[in-house]
């Protein structure tokens, strides 16, 4: 079985790696620790799925209803395409932090 994780410093970066599927998301929590704007850092993902975008939609949802704010980096091609597909590249402000490459492919 696959595996997630989330780690985060004191600087407010939170790290998330493994595979981001329906297997594994249960193993992450509903939103994001700390208090201010979060950066969540996805260049260790290795493999998503609808389910691992419908988990960074809700980090999003709750971090907007508290005041904050979350910037993805280091996002992979799959996610891009796959949020792209779905229509919420925009909602997960995507279209900005993309890497250039498209490897990956939905």
Do not use: H, K, Y
Not at 8 to 23: E, T
Not at 58 to 80: D, N
């Amino acid at each position: 079985m696959s595996s997630a994780s989330l780690s985060s410093d004191d600087a407010g970066v939170c790290r998330v790696s493994g595979a981001l599927g329906f297997d594994t998301v249960t193993q992450l929590p509903a939103s994001l620790p700390g208090d201010g704007d979060v950066v969540a850092d996805l260049s260790a993902v290795e493999r998503v799925d609808s389910a691992g975008l419908a988990l960074l939609l809700e980090w999003v949802r709750t971090a907007r209803a508290r005041g904050r704010s979350v910037v993805f980096q280091g996002v992979p091609g799959q996610l891009s395409a796959i949020a792209r597909v779905s229509g919420v590249d925009e909602i997960l402000a995507l279209d900005q932090n993309t890497p250039s490459d498209t490897g990956g492919r939905a």
